[in-house]
């Protein structure tokens, strides 16, 4: 390699734009998806990328597995194969806290391999509060080191998150920048990185089994923050304490023909969570609904709270529930918990804009943020990132809610429309899919699709469901930015910083601590950039160096590909962010937790394919 590679306008302009891209997703000053737009759009206004190849990324084979592997996730949710899973491991784990978290682990971290870590997290969340809630065993106990597991598992295959994913695509687009006379790169088999993904799992599950319970929190302030669908948790957690009552409003009231919004603004106002005018009835009345003469109120809260609140505002208190008792039935409804992952279109607005009620039949009650209970103007305070938001609905509203993606619901509940009858067609499917996947002669993409329209005809799945299913704003993400990746290399910026590398690095360094570097410089950009990223940027320059120092290029680029999802600690990981304010772990604790565990990831992937390449 030609390490004297002159500096062109095209390099600074590329290396430019990814310098823009990693201060703006660190910064998070403009939403991710938009910045992606951003860069794509500017690498077809200055020429970096031709007009024909600019929207490439979104046909591409990465992108097309991301979008079958979310659907395939989804159709095995539907049919009820997790709450079979949850059973499954409660019946194996005969009573021992080790052994149900070694199982529930182990599982989520197989289960990853071909679906993705985040919606692989979406789904066991529930599993794990069911778990939880039967054994009075601590969240963090049993949802960190799943979620440890299900970010090793997704590298037991070629599916099994965006990095690995993206790959094959990087590859392949690498060798029309080949030098003269190199070997040409081939995409890697669907279980190519299998004894990787073997070894790291093996060290998850030891690491927590061994030192989890000392690592882990132990302090009683996380024990408040368990998801189980019991009156004691939401009182204890929330101070949601009391009963439903119902209150009839009379001709003196102050309540008439104000709105429910201004109602429960009142002093000392309770819960309202129904309402009744005339023959209608419903849960979450919307804010700007209207309270009339005779119009019945469900309120939730202490008995005398409620009997001083309906002396002042002329209420009739009733002494048994009469108009309500079949909306409250805990069959159909009552209270949950959900958590809001760093994709949410709720982030940076407050319910009031939102209109949970008028548009999903959803009451917040409380917030949870960073082991601060919110629930005063609860309406009015803006939601963040991971957030637990305490929700009072209908359990199909709240299904039918959570199926936008804004919020993952980690309390168990008897969710919408079940297909168990679809199960074994729903496995058998998802079986030839992955044999399909195995074969050399379909690619994975054909082969995952496969899978999505075997559901989609037999009915395990609807075509709306397969729609809802998809995280668009990952794939739009991943799509804008493959591009990127590929003007790092056209343009020659990839080799011009490798060049730049081996020309600073002492002579005689050995390849394994090249390597080493490769790794810990990937987990780094990680942090900032996200694990999509890291890939884009990272893989054609660990191409150009490998070829520099004399390595295999695909092995360097593997070590980018597995690096950039080894990050236990922070929000810049979906998987993580959708696990602390559930499991009500600090920052501290994520660092303690997952610090010593990220360098043990690194070790195994460099001696790992130093042995295999």
């Known amino acids: 390699m030609d390490t004297t590679l002159a500096l062109t306008n095209d390099m600074l302009l590329v290396l430019g734009l990814v310098v823009f891209t990693m201060v703006m997703f660190l910064f998070e000053r403009i939403r991710g998806d938009v910045v992606s737009l951003v860069v794509l759009v500017t690498l077809g206004l200055t020429g970096l990328v031709a007009p024909e190849d600019l929207f490439g990324g979104f046909s591409s084979g990465a992108v097309m597995n991301v979008i079958a592997t979310m659907i395939l996730g989804a159709g095995l949710d539907r049919t009820g194969a997790l709450n079979r899973l949850a059973g499954w491991l409660l019946r194996h784990a005969k009573g021992l806290e080790s052994r149900l978290v070694l199982l529930a682990s182990a599982v989520a971290g197989l289960n990853s391999s071909v679906v993705q870590n985040t919606a692989t997290t979406a789904l066991y969340m529930p599993v794990a509060s069911r778990l939880t809630s039967r054994t009075g065993l601590r969240l963090s106990s049993l949802l960190v080191p799943m979620s440890a597991a299900i970010i090793m598992g997704g590298s037991l295959t070629m599916v099994g998150n965006s990095p690995l994913i993206l790959l094959n695509d990087l590859l392949v687009s690498a060798n029309a920048n080949m030098p003269s006379g190199a070997a040409t790169l081939e995409p890697l088999k669907m279980f190519a990185p299998l004894p990787i993904g073997l070894v790291l799992l093996a060290a998850s599950l030891a690491y927590f089994h061994f030192f989890g319970p000392r690592l882990l929190p132990k302090d009683e302030r996380h024990d408040a923050v368990t998801p189980a669908r019991t009156e004691s948790y939401f009182a204890s957690a929330y101070g949601l304490e009391g009963d439903i009552h119902e209150l009839t409003v009379t001709a003196d009231s102050p309540l008439v023909g104000m709105s429910v919004g201004d109602a429960e603004s009142q002093v000392g106002a309770p819960l309202l969570l129904a309402l009744q005018t005339g023959t209608e009835s419903r849960l979450a009345p919307p804010s700007d609904t209207r309270i009339w003469v005779g119009s019945v109120l469900g309120v939730m809260g202490e008995r005398e709270v409620i009997a001083d609140f309906a002396q002042k505002n002329f209420l009739i208190l009733s002494p048994r529930m009469r108009v309500f008792g079949d909306l409250f039935n805990p069959s159909r409804a009552g ?121 989609l005809v037999t009915g395990v ?11 668009w704003k990952t794939v739009f993400l991943m799509a804008c930015l493959i591009p990127l990746g590929w003007a790092m290399d056209s343009s020659g910026a990839a080799a011009w910083v490798a060049g730049h590398t081996i020309d600073r690095m002492p002579q005689g360094m050995p390849l394994w601590l090249i390597e080493l570097a490769l790794a810990l410089l990937t987990t780094l950009f990680s942090l900032v950039i996200s694990h999509v990223g890291a890939t884009i940027v990272l893989v054609p320059l660990s191409i150009n160096l490998a070829l520099a120092v004399g390595g295999n290029p695909t092995a360097f680029a593997l070590i980018v590909a597995l690096s950039a999802s080894n990050n236990f600690m922070t929000a810049s990981n979906p998987s993580v962010s959708m696990i602390t304010g559930p499991t009500g772990c600090s920052a501290a604790d994520m660092w303690r937790t997952g610090g010593p565990l990220s360098l043990i990831y690194t070790t195994i992937i460099v001696v790992m394919i130093n042995l295999m390449y």
Do not use: C
Request: without cysteine.
């Open 335 to 455: 209270i949950s918990e959900a958590v809001v992952p760093p994709t949410s279109k709720f982030i940076g607005k407050p319910q009031a804009q939102l209109r949970l009620r008028k548009q999903f039949g959803l009451s917040l009650l409380a917030i949870n943020r960073d082991k601060q209970v919110l629930r005063e103007d609860v309406r009015n305070i803006p939601i963040r990132a991971g957030d637990m938001l305490v929700l009072h609905s209908i359990w199909t509203d709240l299904a039918e809610a959570a199926r936008s993606n804004d919020f993952v619901v980690v309390t168990d509940y008897p969710k919408g429309e079940q297909r168990p009858q679809k199960f074994k067609i729903a496995m058998a499917i998802f079986a030839i899919s992955m044999l399909l996947a195995l074969s050399s002669r379909i690619p994975t993409p054909i082969a995952l699709m496969t899978g999505v329209a075997g559901m």
């Open 461 to 471: 799945l609807k075509m709306d469901e397969a729609y809802a299913a998809i995280s």
